[in-house]
């Protein structure tokens, strides 16, 4: 199951009518706790969640908020609430007869070696690598491809319960030092260090106020460029500002780092620093969302000198996503979606910057261009057919010179390297396929396989088809389908449907050994590829944007109804899952169509259309896709599908089970916690709803291995229990016969 998420700001080089007001506050009247239904416990009640009158006016509407209250996650009313729900859903989960094997299972196809993409500086290899069941993958370096290599940096023994997290690394040029940040509980904040690589220590400066930012050193590895928020009047780190781009010279206190470039006529647009190659300019990448970017420029006289204190905006119309590749002294390569929602590549000659003179190197193809990388004075262009992937290399003029061959039809990553070597690594996978590595030479178009793993278990016992169905409008949508070879379309096995469906995020095949796990207990696995991605370019990701993403849902609901009319599955055997913007996607789907689903798994979920954008600035820039409820148009179409808003008393929504953790600072838990509160009160029938939040962890990045497989356990245990699965015969043997169907009580 892949680890989508609403996007962070990202850097690529490599997310009615109105209503009286009486009539609201009659809604929001205080109920007592409602009893929970008999598949718990008859005498156990959903803890208290007292409804407020809070009523906000939107355009003239009213809107009743009877959970705002949880959005103060420090109250001791809101902590307390939290703690109930985890010791109703705990204990339930934990009791599910299924759990042990599942758990058992998980921990046994997890133990498999890992390897992160090579990373070569100065000589030097630098890679990450899990033995299995490490809990936080660590950082290794060798003094060649082929040499011993040796452990860097272990984060496991930053924390007892193994929640620091390596989240990035960089190494400087010559090899000689590594910038690295680590998150603490999950959180998208970041701390950065460096560590000399000779000696495996840390220099003394320590840099905070981070989150999302890379670092880009200078090409002497004197120092390096990065963002970072402002603080807050009591010292605090300040995210409802914008970044700003510092340089720090190693050996210097982080508080004296000099101030390089700052945004100051515009309210949201955060910049990011990339030093070219040859060191002559700085690259200004200016994140404003996910439908349009800018790129400004300065020319460096030194390491953290430019040139000129006022930057040259090169890329500034913000109607198209510009991404920089690499350069040839002052000619910029870009893979830009101006004048091509597919995407293209071009060239800039900064003597001559004038879109009239920019050279069109690869034009608009009739498969979207998803990413491109500038490697051994060639392009690398990674392109989508039908959500698998293809890849070409050509010169700098144009000419295509290879298609590199892949080992089949799922999703690479990599092809990241340098300007002066043909040498790159990619990554490789799909549904049935753990991540291999592999070394590219681009002059040759030679691939050597580097790293791969070797797991527990028969993969060649199942297949993945890609099927197209049409959605509610006519749109043509593709499906991949994961199941044993020779499934019976009988409408008998357990189905588990998932979606994302935004912010330009394709959904492309992906091992996991939660799937596999999934996939040996009988059940098959479904990915729609519905609008909002970027499938099929821009203009696949817009049609489910604003206005516009009911489509989204639409998608993702037909595709349960044709699992269905094909018998691959039938309702009472079809669950949903999606994470983060999917689980907005499921929240959605089951409020629309509650019938729809046997189950339903929202995790860590945008829940709240209306104030989603309160949370931080980081937040607010979803808007892209969203659309903000402050304008009357974005409102109208917000308020329309908002899971939260769209619960309905007395409607029989079907078993759920709300995962979220408390840590979590992109997507903040209230969203949860308000949904599920309102759905714990307006149910309409026994199915139960519960929530499990978990403590000392984040969105997702870097949660450690022990805590995936918990979370994974308990999602799968639910299912097994309301999709009413039958045990495989293995598990059997582990689960005594008087316990597999008995009812769980807490």
Not at 492 to 510: K, M
Not at 619 to 640: C, I, K, M, V
């Amino acid at each position: 199951m892949r680890e989508s998420m609403i996007h962070p700001p990202r850097r690529r080089w490599l997310l009615f009518l109105g209503i009286a007001v009486l009539a609201v506050v009659g809604a929001c009247q205080s109920y007592p706790a409602q009893k929970a239904p008999e598949s718990l416990d008859a005498a156990q009640k959903y803890p208290p969640a007292p409804r407020t009158r809070h009523v906000d006016v939107y355009h003239g509407v009213a809107v009743a908020d009877p959970y705002r209250w949880m959005e103060k996650l420090d109250r001791v009313r809101t902590k307390r609430w939290v703690e109930a729900q985890n010791q109703l859903s705990q204990p339930y989960l934990e009791s599910i007869p299924a759990r042990t094997w599942i758990k058992e299972r998980l921990t046994e196809l997890w133990n498999y070696e890992r390897h992160g993409i090579p990373v070569h500086e100065g000589g030097r290899y630098f890679w990450t690598r899990n033995d299995g069941l490490q809990n936080q993958s660590v950082l290794e370096v060798a003094d060649g491809l082929q040499a011993q290599p040796r452990l860097l940096l272990d984060p496991n023994i930053l924390s007892a319960d193994a929640t620091i997290a390596l989240t990035d690394f960089r190494p400087s040029p010559d090899g000689r030092y590594l910038a690295y940040a680590l998150s603490d509980g999950g959180t998208d904040w970041k701390t950065w260090r460096v560590r000399d690589v000779e000696t495996a220590q840390d220099l003394p400066e320590v840099l905070g106020f981070t989150k999302f930012t890379e670092v880009s050193w200078d090409r002497d590895s004197s120092g390096f460029y990065y963002s970072r928020y402002p603080a807050s009047r009591d010292g605090h780190r300040d995210d409802t500002k914008q970044v700003a781009i510092y340089h720090h010279r190693l050996g210097d206190e982080p508080s004296r780092d000099k101030l390089i470039y700052a945004v100051k006529d515009h309210p949201t647009r955060n910049p990011y620093a990339i030093v070219s190659e040859d060191g002559q300019y700085l690259l200004i990448d200016l994140f404003d969302g996910y439908a349009a970017s800018g790129i400004y420029y300065l020319p460096l006289r030194g390491p953290g000198e430019p040139a000129t204190t006022e930057a040259v905006r090169l890329l500034d119309d913000w109607n198209a996503l510009h991404t920089f590749l690499g350069s040839e002294g002052p000619i910029f390569f870009f893979l830009t979606t101006q004048g091509a929602p597919r995407g293209r590549l071009i060239a800039i000659d900064t003597r001559n910057p004038q879109r009239s003179a920019w050279r069109e190197i690869v034009p608009e193809m009739a498969e979207p261009l998803e990413a491109a990388s500038y490697v051994g004075g060639r392009l690398i262009a990674e392109y989508l057919q039908d959500a698998k992937a293809s890849v070409r290399v050509f010169d700098s003029s144009g000419n295509q010179q290879h298609q590199v061959p892949l080992p089949g039809g799922g999703t690479v990553d990599g092809f990241r390297g340098h300007a002066s070597s043909p040498e790159a690594f990619f990554a490789y996978t799909d549904y049935i396929t753990p991540t291999a590595i592999y070394r590219y030479d681009a002059a040759t178009n030679g691939v050597e396989l580097f790293r791969a793993p070797t797991i527990a278990a028969d993969t060649s016992l199942y297949v993945t088809e890609q099927v197209f169905y049409t959605s509610r409008d006519g749109t043509r949508v593709p499906m991949f389908i994961t199941h044993r070879r020779g499934l019976e379309k009988d409408g008998r096995a357990p189905l588990l449907l998932y979606g994302y469906g935004g912010f330009s995020n394709a959904q492309t095949p992906v091992f996991s050994p939660s799937v596999l796990v999934w996939l040996e207990m009988g059940g098959a696995y479904a990915v729609a590829n519905l609008r909002g991605g970027s499938e099929y370019g821009e203009a696949w990701h817009v049609a489910g944007t604003r206005s516009t993403k009911q489509n989204v849902f639409d998608d993702f609901n037909a595709a349960a109804r044709w699992l269905v009319d094909q018998r691959y599955t039938s309702r009472d055997r079809l669950a949903v899952i999606g994470r983060s913007n999917g689980g907005l996607l499921v929240g959605a789907a089951m409020t629309q169509q509650p019938d729809l689903f046997a189950a339903a798994l929202p995790a860590v979920g945008v829940l709240d259309m209306l104030r989603y954008q309160t949370a931080s600035a980081n937040a607010r820039q979803w808007s892209t896709d969203y659309g903000l409820s402050e304008n009357p148009a974005d409102f109208q179409a917000l308020r329309s599908y908002s899971p939260y808003h769209n619960v309905r008393t007395g409607t029989c929504y079907p078993p759920t089970l709300i995962t979220t953790a408390d840590h979590d600072d992109r997507v903040v838990p209230w969203h949860s916690y308000k949904f599920g509160a309102a759905l714990q009160t307006a149910q309409g029938c026994e199915n139960p709803i519960l929530v499990r939040v978990e403590t000392r962890a984040g969105h997702g990045a870097g949660k450690p291995v022990w805590m995936q497989i918990e979370d994974v356990a308990d999602q799968w245990a639910f299912l097994s229990k309301h999709l009413d699965m039958q045990l495989p015969e293995s598990l059997n043997r582990l689960v005594p016969a008087s316990a597999q169907n008995a009812r769980p009580s807490p």
